[in-house]
């Protein structure tokens, strides 16, 4: 069956596409409330907006860097049901933190040396978190799948995982000025997920049992260079470290973008991350679709270069939006959408996450098809630790940028020019897996 649907309907995956959700659902809805309370009401200057933004995302992702192969060893070595339980355990207390500081900063009480201290470290903590959940919900799917169906429940994954952050987007935007309900908002889904995540079945380990290499270098360095090795892997995982890097620009040029460029407010903010969201989970269905369940790079080098069409499109209509506006007055939701060219804005945005989901979902399948089961985890860990990587180095170029005083509507430009390098890889996948089948 090359449908998703079906797979809702099943112990062996159901809880585990809730958990990941409530999981994303939680992560974006605080990150995303504490980056535009901070943005909005904090900070006044674009250069320090778009600097805390980029230190947000950057703070996020660290872990995946270092903690990836730890990771990744543990999940194949352990049963991963159990695993998952104790990292939603654990985001109940970091989430308490995260409402702590949420609270003081609403409340004005030391906010730049305590609440924002708080707020960080609380993003950090739940990148610890995501960081040990991403190899395993991935790598769990063929324990509990049959092999026609890993692309779906891959395709399902992803776009459960869009929802849940355009869905912990909006409601952040939604109280952007009510952080209080926010705060207890967190704490309410963190437990919630726990709940969920106790039934998700039995997924004891494949691999033989080894030590656990715990250092960060060395693990990570084994774990890369065994991946290095299958040249269908690397290639997927390159592709997916260089989609990631034009997301994690985009992401981080959101907020700062509305604001100064399109002169909107939080709200408006947040609708452009819904749209992104519903864009990647459009594709991500859209793909498996498709391909009929086979796992093929086929359509990846198209979909990528459409992708980059489309950001250049969003490019030229944020230029022409900025050249129009005459009233500095931040807009509201209904304001924005009077304009003729807000619908241009969000239907160029749209296209480019359906684009970038029909090219991004099969990759991931790579990585838990084309490798022993006993590895799966650790090749999923090798793509997060790369991923983290070009995320960082993407966030590091969006703020290069803005110190070289480049516009924030030219840095959009940045992400085409890494479609065109995508594509190229993409290229080099589906010949690699043609010839693997010749």
Same mark, same amino acid.
């Given at each position: 069956m090359f449908t998703s649907i079906h797979l809702l309907k099943r112990r062996r995956f159901l809880p585990l596409f809730c958990t990941q959700l409530l999981n994303a659902f939680n992560d974006n809805l605080y990150k995303t409330t504490m980056v535009l309370f901070v943005v909005y009401t904090v900070y006044s200057s674009a250069d320090t907006e778009l600097m805390f933004s980029s230190l947000a995302s950057g703070v996020f992702i660290l872990p995946f860097f270092l903690l990836s192969a730890i990771a990744g060893q543990l999940a194949d070595m352990r049963d991963k049901a159990k695993l998952i339980r104790r990292i939603k355990a654990a985001e109940i207390g970091l989430m308490c933190v995260g409402a702590a500081g949420l609270m003081m900063a609403w409340y004005d009480i030391a906010v730049d040396t305590v609440a924002i201290p708080l707020l960080m470290l609380t993003l950090f903590g739940t990148g610890i978190q995501s960081a040990?959940?991403?190899?395993? +919900?991935?790598?769990?799917?063929?324990?509990?799948?049959? +092999?026609?169906?890993?692309?779906?429940?891959? %395709?399902?994954?992803?776009? %459960?995982?869009?929802?849940?952050?355009?869905? /912990?987007?909006? =409601?952040? %935007? =939604?109280?952007?000025?009510?952080?209080?309900?926010?705060?207890? %908002?967190?704490?309410?889904?963190? =437990?919630? /997920?726990?709940?969920?995540?106790r039934q998700v079945p039995p997924a004891p380990p494949v691999a033989v049992k080894e030590p656990i290499d715990f250092n960060p270098v060395t693990s990570s360095w084994t774990i890369i260079k065994a991946v290095a090795g299958n040249r269908e892997i690397f290639l997927a995982i390159i592709a997916i470290s260089f989609f990631w890097t034009i997301g994690s620009v985009l992401f981080i040029q959101f907020p700062p973008l509305a604001k100064n460029v399109l002169m909107a407010d939080p709200a408006v903010a947040s609708l452009f991350l819904v749209f992104f969201s519903i864009g990647v989970a459009i594709g991500s269905v859209a793909v498996n679709m498709l391909l009929k369940g086979r796992v093929s790079a086929r359509y990846s080098p198209l979909s990528v270069t459409v992708m980059g069409v489309m950001v250049v499109v969003f490019y030229f209509v944020c230029r022409a939006w900025n050249a129009m506006l005459v009233d500095e007055q931040l807009m509201d939701v209904g304001e924005f959408l009077s304009y003729p060219l807000a619908w241009a804005v969000l239907g160029s945005l749209l296209l480019v996450a359906i684009f970038g989901g029909m090219f991004v979902v099969p990759l991931y399948a790579f990585l838990t098809t084309k490798v022993p089961a006993s590895q799966t985890s650790r090749a999923v860990a090798a793509n997060n630790i790369l991923n983290s990587g070009a995320m960082v180095v993407g966030a590091l170029l969006a703020l290069g940028l803005s110190e070289a005083g480049v516009p924030l509507a030219e840095q959009l430009l940045l992400s085409a020019a890494m479609c065109v390098v995508s594509a190229w890889l993409g290229m080099k996948l589906y010949r690699a897996e043609t010839e693997e089948l010749a």
């Amino acid at each position: 069956m090359f449908t998703s649907i079906h797979l809702l309907k099943r112990r062996r995956f159901l809880p585990l596409f809730c958990t990941q959700l409530l999981n994303a659902f939680n992560d974006n809805l605080y990150k995303t409330t504490m980056v535009l309370f901070v943005v909005y009401t904090v900070y006044s200057s674009a250069d320090t907006e778009l600097m805390f933004s980029s230190l947000a995302s950057g703070v996020f992702i660290l872990p995946f860097f270092l903690l990836s192969a730890i990771a990744g060893q543990l999940a194949d070595m352990r049963d991963k049901a159990k695993l998952i339980r104790r990292i939603k355990a654990a985001e109940i207390g970091l989430m308490c933190v995260g409402a702590a500081g949420l609270m003081m900063a609403w409340y004005d009480i030391a906010v730049d040396t305590v609440a924002i201290p708080l707020l960080m470290l609380t993003l950090f903590g739940t990148g610890i978190q995501s960081a040990f959940f991403g190899p395993i +919900k991935y790598a769990i799917l063929p324990q509990h799948l049959r +092999k026609d169906e890993v692309l779906a429940g891959t %395709g399902l994954v992803e776009a %459960g995982t869009y929802i849940a952050i355009m869905t /912990g987007v909006i =409601l952040a %935007g =939604l109280l952007a000025e009510r952080v209080e309900i926010a705060a207890i %908002g967190i704490i309410v889904f963190s =437990l919630i /997920g726990y709940a969920v995540s106790r039934q998700v079945p039995p997924a004891p380990p494949v691999a033989v049992k080894e030590p656990i290499d715990f250092n960060p270098v060395t693990s990570s360095w084994t774990i890369i260079k065994a991946v290095a090795g299958n040249r269908e892997i690397f290639l997927a995982i390159i592709a997916i470290s260089f989609f990631w890097t034009i997301g994690s620009v985009l992401f981080i040029q959101f907020p700062p973008l509305a604001k100064n460029v399109l002169m909107a407010d939080p709200a408006v903010a947040s609708l452009f991350l819904v749209f992104f969201s519903i864009g990647v989970a459009i594709g991500s269905v859209a793909v498996n679709m498709l391909l009929k369940g086979r796992v093929s790079a086929r359509y990846s080098p198209l979909s990528v270069t459409v992708m980059g069409v489309m950001v250049v499109v969003f490019y030229f209509v944020c230029r022409a939006w900025n050249a129009m506006l005459v009233d500095e007055q931040l807009m509201d939701v209904g304001e924005f959408l009077s304009y003729p060219l807000a619908w241009a804005v969000l239907g160029s945005l749209l296209l480019v996450a359906i684009f970038g989901g029909m090219f991004v979902v099969p990759l991931y399948a790579f990585l838990t098809t084309k490798v022993p089961a006993s590895q799966t985890s650790r090749a999923v860990a090798a793509n997060n630790i790369l991923n983290s990587g070009a995320m960082v180095v993407g966030a590091l170029l969006a703020l290069g940028l803005s110190e070289a005083g480049v516009p924030l509507a030219e840095q959009l430009l940045l992400s085409a020019a890494m479609c065109v390098v995508s594509a190229w890889l993409g290229m080099k996948l589906y010949r690699a897996e043609t010839e693997e089948l010749a």
